[in-house]
């Protein structure tokens, strides 16, 4: 779900003793008199032109009346809480399950309620063994195991002339091997060959010292680089085994060698029964001096992950196939969109693999920002909108209103893309606040999100009783509820003043009641943070969300 930067605040005793004061012992507003909170009468969304909303489940809302009653009434819009994202709709093949998210859809828009989506790109919650498995297990592989020992022949721990290179041993020709630290094809050394004159093929010879262990009925891709000072052909085998039998030996004749590093590759399935190899290269019967470097056995079904650009083209398909994929099913039926959400860390940092480790656990994290960089932002938008040209399409971050380098961060970035006319429409800041959130902070993200000149949305809006995390009915402490009521009233009067009218995107509130929200049920928090308690009662924020709605 989302995480939140908890500002340290006073200890929860020190707000209740001071339930009788007059003023906000965080803010200094008038917020703690008694019954201030009380205006909750009329449905939210009769109180304003712009959209009201609340994030709703899917088995809450088809199961429990009380729950979808509550948010008919209340709730012009809602945001599916997981329904439209990646993992819920993408299948570990790949393909496509929007099952529920249509049977949600279907029971919103026959309530007639709108559908806001959320979210078409962001780092959890994704379906990354998938994503995973395109780009071979996350990009950082290293492709198939190399089984040849000592391949580059960098280590020469013996140095003879019977095992010129740690792993190889001379079978005909003593002292025609030698290890050389020119003429190299990578790394610091290469294998030397001086041929003499008048040879055969096996007068010149060199063997893999140990067996290789290998599966019969797999394929092995066998390759090696080489170069002469002249040209000329040579020959190599592959000598199986099964068990310590040695079976018949695959010659492969006719390889061309030329005066500049050439890669031989030969495909060899190996045959029944046989469970180990060795490679041996037959260089003789022409006068020349030789250069063996980067031997390799692989097993030719594993395929090495892509790198660069080839890496790039993966991921950029993969983020264009999902965007059209999801907008195009709902286009002209849901109109508004977070397409890229939580682009950044608390550090004002555009996400990576390194800023953004996996939870232990966590097989749900596929950042996508890792592998496209900042451009994942201009081609998401750019999909979006390519996908429906008329749709509200809104980048969303939380924190915005707590961390002043993740704010003008966020800003920088929305301008970029406003400028590059990607499509973007709106932004969103998520504010999952606490009573002790500074309101002048609040103030002063509202004008630089409306500075932007895009729409702006409170996208996922509660206020937490409890930052400090006390024990105790916490929920039920007078002080915090005025407190939380003010914190309410406070954001929307903000909104009004600071984000001009055309500007005003909407507000959601994250969930129904205290018990559904993300904050007790996946944090597992002693909290209360929303307008609704565990009864579907009216708690003192409802009536300062509401009178803040009026202007009050």
Not at 22 to 48: C, H, R
Not at 160 to 170: L, R, S
Not at 262 to 276: E, F, L, N, R
């Amino acid at each position: 779900m989302k995480n939140k930067l908890i500002i340290p605040g006073l200890l929860l005793l020190t707000a209740v003793g001071m339930y009788s004061c007059k003023k906000d012992i965080y803010n200094g507003a008038n917020s703690l008199v008694e019954d201030q909170f009380t205006d909750n009468a009329a449905p939210l969304k009769s109180l304003v032109s712009f959209p009201i909303g609340l994030a709703a489940e899917y088995p809450l809302s088809s199961t429990n009346s009380s729950y979808w009653e509550t948010i008919k009434r209340e709730a012009g819009w809602i945001t599916f809480g997981n329904e439209l994202k990646n993992n819920a709709i993408v299948k570990a093949d790949g393909t496509y399950d929007f099952t529920t998210a249509d049977n949600f859809y279907n029971l919103a828009t026959t309530a007639g309620i709108k559908v806001f989506g959320h979210t078409l790109v962001w780092h959890s919650q994704q379906r990354a063994s998938y994503y995973n498995s395109l780009i071979g297990g996350g990009g950082s592989g290293t492709g198939p195991t190399n089984l040849a020992v000592n391949p580059g022949f960098e280590t020469t721990t013996i140095g003879t002339t019977a095992e010129p290179a740690d792993g190889w041993q001379v079978l005909n020709g003593p002292g025609q091997f030698v290890s050389t630290a020119s003429n190299v094809n990578t790394g610091s050394k290469a294998l030397q060959v001086n041929v003499p004159a008048g040879g055969q093929n096996y007068n010149t010879q060199l063997v893999s010292k140990a067996q290789i262990a290998v599966t019969a009925g797999k394929t092995y891709t066998i390759s090696f680089y080489i170069k002469g000072a002249s040209a000329q052909s040579i020959q190599f085998e592959i000598r199986p085994y099964s068990g310590a039998t040695a079976g018949s030996v695959n010659y492969q004749g006719g390889k061309a060698v030329t005066t500049s590093y050439t890669k031989i590759s030969y495909d060899y399935a190996i045959p029944a029964g046989v469970t180990a190899m060795q490679l041996a290269f037959d260089l003789g019967g022409t006068q020349n001096t030789l250069y063996l470097d980067d031997v390799s056995i692989t097993d030719a079904s594993i395929v090495a992950p892509p790198t660069g650009g080839a890496l790039t083209t993966i991921v950029d398909n993969a983020l264009k196939k999902h965007i059209q994929t999801v907008v195009g099913r709902y286009v002209g039926k849901i109109t508004a969109w977070d397409v890229i959400n939580e682009p950044f860390t608390d550090a004002g940092e555009i996400r990576n693999n390194t800023n953004t480790p996996v939870p232990a656990g966590r097989t749900d994290i596929f950042v996508w920002q890792n592998y496209l960089g900042r451009d994942y932002a201009s081609k998401s938008f750019t999909y979006a909108r390519a996908s429906d040209p008329n749709a509200d399409l809104y980048m969303n971050d939380y924190n915005l209103e707590s961390s002043t380098v993740k704010l003008d961060a966020f800003v920088a970035l929305a301008k970029e893309l406003k400028a590059a006319n990607t499509g973007i429409t709106g932004v969103g800041t998520q504010m999952h606040c606490n009573i002790n959130t500074s309101y002048n902070m609040i103030n002063d993200m509202f004008q630089k999100l409306a500075a932007t000149g895009l729409k702006v949305r409170i996208s996922e809006l509660d206020v937490r009783l409890n930052p400090s995390e006390k024990v105790g009915a916490v929920a039920t402490f007078p002080a915090l509820r005025n407190l939380q009521a003010a914190m309410y009233n406070h954001v929307v009067k903000a909104y009004y003043k600071y984000v001009p009218e055309a500007q005003r995107g909407g507000i959601t509130v994250w969930g129904v009641t205290d018990a559904d929200s993300w904050i007790t049920t996946s944090l597992a928090k002693n909290d209360g943070p929303l307008l609704f308690d565990g009864s579907y009662n009216k708690k003192p924020a409802f009536g300062g969300f509401s009178q803040g709605l009026k202007g009050q």
